[in-house]
């Protein structure tokens, strides 16, 4: 099965701009970004068809920015005007919807300090 490994997160002030990257071993198809919060569910914030739709959650439109690049089968999520209630580790899974079973990468932590 295709194995994901996400990089890019880290510190960051309010305001700033983090790009995090999810590469796959292996053909991808739909993909989303999930970030899980301290004590907090894990919840999606951005999602990718293989031909380009794309969705965000409310709380980041305008804001993150999801694509791919399918000849380097990576994934990217170009977050600006980060805030502190950004913060969370960020994880990368196969799929369209976040009750599919998929495949999750290991989470890559971004914290936003105000």
């Known amino acids: 099965q295709v194995q994901l490994v996400e990089s890019g997160g880290g510190l960051v002030q309010a305001g700033g701009s983090l790009r995090l990257s999810c590469a796959a071993s292996?053909?991808?198809?739909?993909m989303g970004w999930y970030r899980q919060a301290p004590g907090k569910q894990r919840d999606l914030v951005a999602r990718i068809s293989t031909f380009g739709t794309t969705d965000y959650a409310d709380s980041v439109k305008g804001r993150f920015t999801i694509s791919r690049d399918n000849a380097k089968n990576t994934v990217y999520l170009q977050m600006n005007s980060l805030k502190p209630e950004d913060t969370g580790v960020y994880y990368c899974?196969?799929?369209?919807?976040?009750?599919?079973?998929?495949?999750w990468g290991q989470g890559t932590q971004v914290t936003v300090s105000s």
């Open positions: 899974k196969t799929g369209w919807g976040p009750r599919e079973n998929g495949v």
């Open positions: 292996g053909s991808i198809n739909p």
